[in-house]
């Protein structure tokens, strides 16, 4: 088991193990009855004292995450209501336990997919509001026109030049301004976050974020060992006043921010003036800043601000747009623009990773984002997604008891649910589980100080009779807990 003790860090070192420690239970790294190291042995390993070691292994008893044995060890105990398929025996894999790896964190991709019947935990776009058919009819009439297309590499490690020109031509429509040598064809926007992380982050710089995130760079990010500072947000995203103070104390090397429909909130949109703020932060800090935008085009009622790339003068923003979201998932296709330097020390990253994303994909696409039917498909996903939305707003109003609460989202594909804070989402996943039904515990939000009372919906996945079902599930199991926590004036067992 890898921690990576940061002696600078704001968080104090006996928290730096206890996070580290939960961090991996809750990835799925530690399974339950794994034994932990001796506290003596991890304080040698990390160069603290035994104090420390012992008041982290304290926490996490205390929590129900451990338990000690006396004259036996310590060992994993994920709460039973985390636990839904205890570990059954032994294993002939269970050597495997004894090679350290470098993984600090992995909780997204433990909810991204999941065999529960009524998915509300990831967000992705119902199959069925995507134009699979005409893709399908491009490939075939590109593999008929140019077999040898699967015969080849990428061709150019950056992308092929034609999409590259007319994702151009696509920004512009967004009031977005660049040119193709300053765009890099990535392997959807998780790759771009990746590529930057492993060009610019090392362990111990600052990398600074919203709280909650997007899980997925989270992980990322603590995979390169940085040090997370987090800044709340608000209806328009992430707090200035707040990232001020902060960068006053520490530079930053890296602040990553989606001003666009904020996920996992939804309803955060940072207006231009917050967006030109965070800006001269940057470039007074000399810092770089991730504008992730996963999909400003799925608005609801008016267009967003133009994004904060378009006010970069001196490159100081990497900005990361996905198609695979509203286009065609299976494609993988995403971009970053970037200039000078910066750019060029992204696409040797993109050498070393996978030597350029896959032809075919890039090509099949190509007909579509450039003709008006991506316009067409863009109008009628919004009204798809609008009437989904609604249909969730709906029935938490008539069925969510009054102590919780929820951003409305203006756009995107989430909505964000705070619950009363005696409740643990992740307690309460158990208990969906029973009736296959998802979501994201918000904990997986938090890159630092985490908050276990919020949760995340997807509205976007199901049609309307499941996402009925399965949200109207959630606001009766809510009901009874708080009618439970009323009645007996303690918190129900989950």
């Known amino acids: 088991m890898h921690i990576e003790i940061q002696r600078n860090a704001v968080m104090s070192i006996t928290n730096q193990i206890y996070h580290s420690v939960l961090d991996q239970i809750r990835s799925d790294f530690l399974e339950e009855g794994s034994p932990l190291p001796s506290v003596r042995k991890l304080s040698k390993q990390l160069g603290v004292s035994l104090v420390t070691v012992v008041k982290a292994y304290q926490k996490l008893e205390q929590d129900g995450f451990i338990t000690s044995v006396q004259g036996k060890g310590t060992f994993i105990k994920k709460t ?31 909810f991204h997919q999941v065999p ?26 590109m593999l ?4 040898r297309v699967l015969s080849k590499y990428g061709g150019e490690i950056q992308g092929d030049k034609a999409l590259r020109q007319a994702m151009v031509e696509y920004l512009q429509k967004m009031n977005l301004s660049t040119d193709p040598e300053n765009i890099l064809v990535t392997s959807g926007s998780q790759q771009g976050i990746d590529l930057i992380a492993r060009t610019f982050v090392g362990p111990g710089d600052v990398v600074v974020m919203e709280a909650p995130t997007y899980p997925g760079a989270i992980d990322v990010f603590r995979g390169r060992g940085a040090t997370i500072l987090t800044v709340p947000v608000d209806s328009e995203g992430m ?17 990553y921010t989606v001003p666009t429909f904020h996920n996992p909130t939804g309803g955060a949109v940072m207006p231009t003036k917050r967006r030109r703020e965070i800006l001269e932060i940057a470039e007074s800090t000399q810092s770089l800043v991730i504008e992730d935008d996963p999909c400003s085009e799925i608005y609801f009622e008016r267009k967003p601000p133009a994004a904060m790339k378009s006010l970069d003068k001196e490159g100081h923003v990497i900005y990361l747009k996905g198609l695979s979201k509203i286009l065609a998932p ?15 020390r ?3 990253a993109k050498a070393n990773t996978d030597l350029g994303s896959p032809l075919l994909t890039q090509k099949a696409i190509i007909p579509f984002i450039t003709s008006k039917r991506m ?27 009054e102590e ?69 599930t959630i606001c009766h199991l809510l009901q009874s807990a708080v009618y439970l926590k009323n009645k007996q004036g303690s918190s129900p067992h989950f």
């Open 239 to 255: 707090r200035v006043d707040l990232l001020h103070h902060l960068c006053d104390k520490y530079k930053p090397k890296i602040i």
């Open 330 to 344: 299976g494609c993988r296709i995403g971009i970053l623009a970037a200039s000078g330097s910066i750019f060029k």
């Open 80 to 110: 039973k209501k985390e636990v839904v398929e205890g570990k059954k025996g032994s294993s002939s894999y269970d050597w495997q336990l004894s090679v350290e790896d470098y993984l600090p964190r992995s909780q997204f991709a433990r």
């Open 144 to 147: 008929s026109k140019n077999p």
């Open 116 to 141: 529960e019947k009524i998915h509300l935990s990831s967000s992705m776009i119902d199959p069925g509001l995507l134009p699979n058919r005409y893709l399908e009819q491009e490939i075939h009439r």
């Open 346 to 348: 992204l696409l040797a």
């Open 375 to 401: 316009m067409d498909h863009l109008k009628k996903l919004r009204i798809a997604l609008k009437i989904r939305r609604d249909l969730v707003l709906d029935i938490l109003s008539q069925h969510a008891p």
């Open 404 to 472: 919780v609460s929820w951003f409305l989202p203006k756009g995107g594909l989430n909505i964000w649910l705070t619950l009363p804070s005696w409740m643990d989402t992740n307690h309460f996943l158990v208990e969906t589980k029973k009736e296959q039904i998802t979501f994201l515990p918000g904990v997986a939000c938090y890159p630092a100080d985490q908050e276990n009372h919020h949760l995340r919906l997807s509205f976007s996945y199901m049609n309307e009779q499941p996402l009925t079902q399965g949200v109207t």
